[in-house]
């Protein structure tokens, strides 16, 4: 098991270099000067020339990269241009809202997922079968935001039950800032609990059609022991992939959702910091998402080997 963590180590250490690579160059031949969008299009030569020098735009782009992942690497994020303060503490006030957004979603996604897939794939063909995948096809051909829409219609401005949007803060109380929070989530998890919902009947499917469930029953065992002590676990494999992926997703890729329900969030930032050409934020927090995806990842592919052992001796 060692040896497979030092391994995905070391692939997770490749990729966050190449991917600081491709950031960077991406962000730099972006048309546009950051010195000249804050000054205006009034703005004097010279002016523009000093501004551009004391944000250090006029230094050559190997110092700078080296410059930007050494300050990665020490925590020290840089200054953002627009807000004229440390992108390490606008990050951290972003994330306060983003990553409890995130889980919360991702667990509304599991808790709804997992039993409709199983209850999919356990009454194969039958009208209940039938009706769930119909329900989860829809649940994917909605979009999101419409859906998001769709609630604060109803449960906000009807109902009265929740905020229409904002967030007031994890002083206002736990509670407080969870209700907040429960419109977002439930619209950021409906998409993505259809999605999983379809792949954990799919591979339940594959794996009760194989040749040691069958002997697995021959033995004696019932329906719901082979299910649960056997089929559930080697089916695992391909959803623990998508449950990777999809909490990447809800962190880096709630940018319409932090907007809709006016949620200061890290998706927010991103928006606004491209929108002002606040190249050194878009920099930063890009590749802070990248370094939370390959971790993902990394810690995805040790939930493989610890549901499937024999991927360990083939690292």
């Not at 031949?29 to 969008?37: I, K, Q, R």
């Not at 039958?126 to 999101?144: K, R, Y």
């Not at 009947?201 to 594959?206: A, G, Q, V």
């Not at 019932?222 to 559930?232: K, N």
């Amino acid at each position: 098991m060692l040896r497979y963590a030092v391994k995905r180590l070391g692939s997770l250490a490749v990729s966050l270099i190449v991917a600081s690579l491709v950031i960077f160059a991406c962000i730099e031949v972006v048309p546009g000067d950051p010195a000249s969008f804050m000054l205006g299009i009034n703005a004097q030569p010279d002016t523009v020339e000093a501004l551009r020098n004391e944000l250090g735009l006029n230094k050559p782009l190997v110092e700078r990269y080296f410059s930007w992942v050494g300050g990665l690497v020490t925590g020290d994020l840089g200054t953002s241009y627009t807000y004229r303060s440390p992108v390490s503490e606008i990050v951290s006030e972003r994330l306060v809202i983003s990553i409890p957004l995130a889980l919360f979603a991702l667990s509304l996604t599991v808790l709804i997922a997992f039993p409709v897939g199983v209850l999919a794939a356990t009454r194969r063909g039958s009208f209940t079968d039938v009706t769930v995948m119909g329900a989860t096809q829809l649940g994917v051909a909605i979009p999101n935001f419409w859906f998001a829409l769709l609630m604060v219609l109803v449960f906000a401005i009807n109902l009265r039950w929740f905020s229409a949007g904002g967030f007031p803060g994890w002083d206002a109380g736990f509670l407080v800032a969870m209700k907040a929070l429960t419109l977002p989530a439930v619209a950021l998890a409906l998409p993505q609990a259809s999605i999983l919902a379809r792949v954990m009947r799919s591979s339940l499917l594959d794996t009760l059609s194989e040749d040691y469930i069958r002997s697995a029953r021959a033995k004696g065992l019932t329906t719901r022991q082979t299910l649960w002590r056997h089929a559930l676990r080697n089916a695992l494999i391909p959803v623990l992939t998508i449950i990777g992926l999809q909490f990447s997703f809800l962190l880096a890729g709630a940018i319409i959702i932090e907007n809709v329900f006016f949620l200061p969030g890290l998706g927010r930032l991103v928006f606004q910091a491209i929108s002002q050409r606040d190249l050194i934020v878009v920099e930063s927090v890009v590749m802070l998402l990248v370094f939370a995806v390959i971790v993902v990842n990394f810690l995805v592919d040790l939930a493989y080997a610890w549901v499937d052992p024999r991927l360990r001796g083939r690292a």
